[in-house]
């Protein structure tokens, strides 16, 4: 891909970004992105075919652009099924408050908006992954709660770190963040896991 076609694609993505954000909701048009990207409609269409693809290209981009591999390195690189998943709650529970005006704006409108609801099921797929590696480090160790299979325990802690149990919590409820992070750790580890409450 040549820099002239890059550097375009990148402005369409953070004007995106940008709209998604100020949004809280609403759909977000092709129109109103190619006006604050500065180009034509039609151009917008040449470097992402259809809204999906670029509602979902801007998520990804968020992550790329606020570092999320390295946030998750420490996960990634834990030598311990207890280490990994406690690394892992961390990394999201933690980025959660950066992306929430986006994953708000997406989620608002997923429900009658078919490509903001494709972008969204692209990032919770990943973060499913994410919750599936974990799962798979403490089975592994064999620290998985006697009579859970992994895939209820990926189910459940998937659905734990929801941005939505975040909203409550945080938002609604008023929770510090860190109390937050603490509390996700304690009940993965309490819900999923042989073991106590405490770090190993």
Avoid at 27 to 42: E, F, P, T
Avoid at 181 to 192: C, G, I, P
Wanted: charged share 20%; net charge neutral; aromatic share 6%.
């Amino acid at each position: 891909m040549s820099s002239s076609k890059t550097d375009t694609s990148t402005r369409i993505l953070d004007a995106a970004w940008t709209l998604l954000e100020s949004s809280g909701g609403p759909a977000v048009r092709m129109g109103d992105i190619a006006k604050a990207a500065g180009i034509s409609r039609q151009a917008v269409y040449l470097h992402f075919p259809t809204r999906a693809d670029l509602l979902t290209a801007t998520a990804r981009h968020i992550d790329d652009a606020k570092g999320v591999d390295g946030r998750l390195a420490a996960s990634r690189a834990a030598t311990g099924g207890a280490e990994r998943l406690d690394a892992f709650i961390e990394a999201w529970g933690n980025y959660i408050p950066e992306i929430h005006g986006v994953a708000r704006a997406l989620i608002a409108a997923a429900d009658s908006d078919p490509a903001a609801a494709e972008a969204w099921a692209d990032r919770m797929a990943a973060l499913r992954q994410g919750c599936e590696a974990a799962v798979a480090a403490l089975k592994k160790d064999g620290l998985l709660a006697p009579g859970l299979p992994p895939r209820q325990a990926t189910d459940l802690l998937w659905t734990l770190l929801s941005v939505r149990n975040w909203e409550q919590l945080v938002g609604d409820a008023g929770w510090p963040q860190k109390r937050y992070v603490a509390a996700m750790k304690t009940t993965a580890r309490r819900s999923l896991t042989t073991l106590a409450d405490g770090p190993t």
